[in-house]
């Protein structure tokens, strides 16, 4: 923390000038100089400690005014005292430097008063400026602390925020797919049942009627239609629980064969089911990164990426033959693409780390929420 703020420096003035005042009592002797000593140094003392008494300062004013006829140095406190009632932004203090003019003895003419006065107001009125700015300063910088910490929050519960999404949105999706088989697929089905219940009691009944069995066999038609028309609604809610954009393995496949510098050899290994769909993202995005920077940057022959999923977390390794040996390892880093990228893995509770070596190397690892923990929570 600086030593020089406005509050030190108002401080340290105001002391001096008290200090001015005592020495001036000393070499005078007389009591209303003594009298003012005391009542500065006391109504300074009371406002240090109760900042929000700025307004008494008017008494200081009142009692230096009423004792410029008792001593002539009394002027020099009223000085003082509108330099103090400029830096605590009580203004009309200033009211009562004119009063003195009418009081000043011969001995310290006007002129001296006036340039002294203007030197006050004008010093309190710098460290008042200086307090606000100092103040406004303070405030932005709790409102960017605060904001901060804001995000900060939403950061650490950013993952178990998606992990609870993800299950709402799987949630809400078998609930709309059981509504669509029962409303649609479901009663087809169950009129189907019914007919073919009533076609084949028609048969077994013993009847040899050319006319029941001509309507056994419409009753059978008409079921088999329905049975086509539900097994159709059902095929029609499994197609359209396909995604229109390909999410997962295939996209990371689909991203290695549009890739069009060099080959890109794709290996996984692992249940992929276990990854969620905010992973996924950052998987493809971490992937795409690289896949750009290979591009740009390197003149690389073949680019090696391997998926490992496990248990409890999936890595993403992409390497490739591209290293430039003239640049020293100090000057390889993460560049601002791949520092967004290791926020976002480590907002999930992952990583990301950069290895230059015989090949290039990233390699990005993220958590998987336990099957038990998921049911567990629900």
């Given at each position: 923390?600086?030593?020089?703020?406005?509050?030190?420096?108002?401080?340290?003035s105001?002391?001096?000038?008290?200090?001015?005042?005592?020495?001036?009592?000393?070499?005078?002797g007389?009591?209303?100089?003594?009298?003012?000593?005391?009542?500065?140094?006391?109504m300074?003392?009371?406002?240090?400690?109760?900042?929000?008494?700025?307004?008494?300062?008017?008494?200081?004013?009142?009692?230096?005014?009423?004792?410029?006829?008792?001593?002539?140095?009394?002027?020099?406190?009223?000085i003082?005292?509108?330099?103090?009632?400029?830096?605590?932004?009580?203004?009309?203090?200033?009211i009562?430097?004119?009063a003195?003019?009418?009081?000043?003895?011969?001995?310290?003419?006007?002129?001296?008063?006036?340039?002294?006065?203007?030197?006050?107001?004008?010093?309190?009125?710098?460290l008042?400026?200086?307090?606000?700015?100092?103040?406004?300063?303070?405030?932005?910088?709790?409102?960017?602390?605060?904001?901060?910490?804001?995000?900060?929050?939403?950061?650490?519960?950013?993952?178990?925020?998606?992990?609870?999404?993800?299950?709402?949105?799987?949630?809400?999706?078998?609930n709309?797919?059981?509504?669509?088989?029962?409303?649609?697929?479901?009663?087809?089905?169950?009129?189907?049942?019914?007919?073919?219940?009533?076609?084949?009691?028609?048969?077994?009944?013993?009847?040899?009627?050319?006319?029941?069995?001509?309507?056994?066999?419409?009753?059978?038609?008409?079921?088999?239609e329905?049975l086509?028309?539900?097994?159709?609604?059902?095929?029609?809610?499994?197609?359209?629980l396909?995604?229109?954009?390909?999410?997962?393995?295939?996209?990371?496949?689909?991203?290695?064969?549009?890739?069009?510098?060099?080959?890109?050899?794709f290996k996984?290994?692992?249940?992929?089911?276990?990854i969620?769909?905010?992973?996924?993202?950052?998987?493809?995005?971490?992937?795409?990164?690289?896949?750009?920077n290979?591009?740009?940057?390197?003149?690389?022959?073949?680019?090696?990426?391997?998926l490992?999923?496990?248990?409890?977390?999936?890595?993403?390794?992409?390497?490739?033959?591209?290293?430039?040996?003239?640049?020293?390892?100090?000057?390889?880093?993460?560049?601002?693409?791949?520092?967004?990228?290791?926020?976002?893995?480590?907002?999930?509770?992952?990583?990301?780390?950069?290895?230059?070596?015989?090949?290039?190397?990233?390699?990005?690892?993220?958590?998987?929420?336990?099957?038990?923990?998921?049911?567990?929570?629900?």
């Amino acid at each position: 923390m600086s030593l020089l703020v406005p509050e030190k420096c108002f401080y340290f003035s105001k002391v001096a000038g008290i200090g001015l005042i005592f020495a001036l009592w000393v070499g005078s002797g007389e009591m209303a100089g003594f009298f003012l000593f005391l009542l500065l140094l006391l109504m300074t003392v009371i406002r240090w400690r109760f900042p929000y008494l700025g307004a008494t300062v008017i008494i200081d004013g009142v009692v230096c005014i009423a004792v410029i006829g008792l001593w002539e140095y009394a002027y020099l406190a009223l000085i003082f005292t509108l330099f103090e009632g400029v830096y605590r932004r009580f203004y009309p203090i200033i009211i009562f430097g004119l009063a003195p003019a009418f009081f000043i003895s011969f001995h310290y003419p006007h002129i001296h008063y006036i340039l002294l006065s203007t030197l006050g107001v004008l010093c309190g009125f710098f460290l008042e400026r200086w307090l606000q700015e100092k103040e406004e300063k303070i405030a932005i910088r709790d409102d960017v602390a605060g904001k901060y910490y804001d995000v900060e929050s939403i950061k650490e519960e950013l993952p178990d925020m998606l992990t609870r999404l993800e299950r709402m949105t799987a949630l809400s999706e078998r609930n709309r797919i059981a509504r669509e088989i029962h409303d649609n697929a479901g009663h087809e089905i169950v009129a189907a049942n019914i007919s073919l219940q009533v076609a084949r009691g028609m048969l077994n009944s013993g009847s040899t009627s050319l006319e029941k069995h001509q309507e056994a066999l419409e009753l059978y038609d008409a079921a088999l239609e329905r049975l086509d028309v539900g097994v159709n609604k059902i095929r029609e809610a499994v197609h359209n629980l396909q995604s229109t954009t390909s999410i997962g393995v295939e996209s990371l496949l689909e991203i290695c064969r549009d890739f069009p510098p060099c080959p890109v050899d794709f290996k996984m290994y692992g249940d992929s089911s276990k990854i969620p769909v905010y992973i996924w993202n950052i998987l493809e995005s971490c992937l795409n990164e690289c896949l750009t920077n290979v591009m740009r940057h390197a003149k690389a022959s073949h680019v090696f990426v391997t998926l490992d999923v496990t248990e409890y977390m999936v890595r993403l390794c992409i390497e490739n033959d591209g290293v430039d040996k003239t640049i020293s390892n100090d000057r390889r880093g993460l560049g601002s693409g791949l520092k967004n990228l290791q926020h976002r893995a480590v907002t999930v509770g992952g990583s990301l780390s950069v290895d230059a070596g015989e090949l290039f190397r990233v390699i990005c690892v993220m958590p998987l929420e336990d099957d038990e923990e998921k049911g567990t929570d629900k």
